[in-house]
């Protein structure tokens, strides 16, 4: 079981808004502004989308965007196109000595 | 543009050590200051942090592997490794190396392209 927890999948059409979350604790999530979400596509390694809950790293399209309220962070994509269909995975610094715990990962399907 | 790209035995047999080096490109590996980490997915699953290395030395692990678990740094090469002892099939998976965003953070910003071990007689 992740430390963290996601919807097991989302859906939305092409050019619609959909959002993802990502519930921890106040360990986690909710104690630190440290929360990332990556984007793996089938068969590719992950890449880091949204850091620090909402800065997007360089080339990253500004569709994508992220915030946190209490122990939840979410992840928005905007205008959904095709390409964003894969797996998304959320994840936190924690204060246990885990350090860094990953959410189960979320399967977007562009309809 | 920082290129990570692990490499290792494919098979390991149970009960065996787990070796697999992640060798970089596009820069010294003892250049700034930064995390340099092993993740794992097992098929269909999701991500696990296995632990990270920082250009100091100093090293942070799962806490679930912690006993099993050795990164190293040699700077030679240019590369950091991985060494997993006492395998068994759990430890199946695709294995990932990655560095972080920036100087100091745990960001898993550059990845490998993943390489998958199966851990079988």
């Known amino acids: 079981q992740s430390a963290l927890t996601q919807p097991a999948s989302v859906s939305g059409s092409p050019g619609q808004s959909i959002t993802i979350s990502c519930t921890g604790t106040?360990?986690?999530?909710?104690?630190?502004?440290?929360v990332s979400w990556y984007q793996q596509h089938p068969g590719k390694a992950p890449k880091l989308m949204i850091y620090?809950?909402?800065n997007r790293p360089s080339g990253v399209s500004n569709r994508f965007s992220g915030s946190k309220s209490g122990n939840t962070a979410s992840l928005t994509i905007s205008g959904l196109q095709a390409e964003d269909e894969a797996d998304y995975y959320c994840?936190?610094?924690?204060?246990?000595?885990?350090?860094?715990?990953f959410g189960g990962g979320t399967k977007l399907t562009v309809l | 543009q920082v290129q990570l790209q692990e490499s290792g035995p494919g098979l390991v047999k149970p009960s065996q050590t787990l070796s697999l080096t992640c060798t970089v490109s596009?820069?010294?590996?003892?250049?700034?200051?930064?995390?340099w980490s092993w993740i794992r997915q097992p098929a269909g699953k999701g991500l696990e942090w296995i632990g990270r290395?920082?250009?100091?030395?100093?090293?942070n692990y799962n806490p679930s592997l912690k006993s099993r678990v050795t990164i190293s740094v040699d700077t030679s090469k240019n590369q950091f490794s991985l060494k997993l002892s006492s395998v068994t099939a759990a430890d199946t998976a695709v294995y990932y190396c990655?560095?972080?965003?920036?100087?100091?953070?745990?960001?898993?910003?550059?990845w490998g392209q993943g390489t998958l071990v199966t851990v079988s007689s």
């Open positions: 106040s360990s986690d999530v909710g104690g630190y502004n440290y």
């Open positions: 990655a560095r972080g965003l920036y100087d100091s953070s745990g960001y898993l910003g550059y």
């Open positions: 994840s936190s610094y924690t204060s246990s000595s885990t350090l860094e715990v």
């Open positions: 620090d809950v909402s």
């Open positions: 596009g820069g010294s590996i003892s250049s700034g200051s930064y995390y």
């Open positions: 290395i920082y250009t100091s030395g100093s090293t």
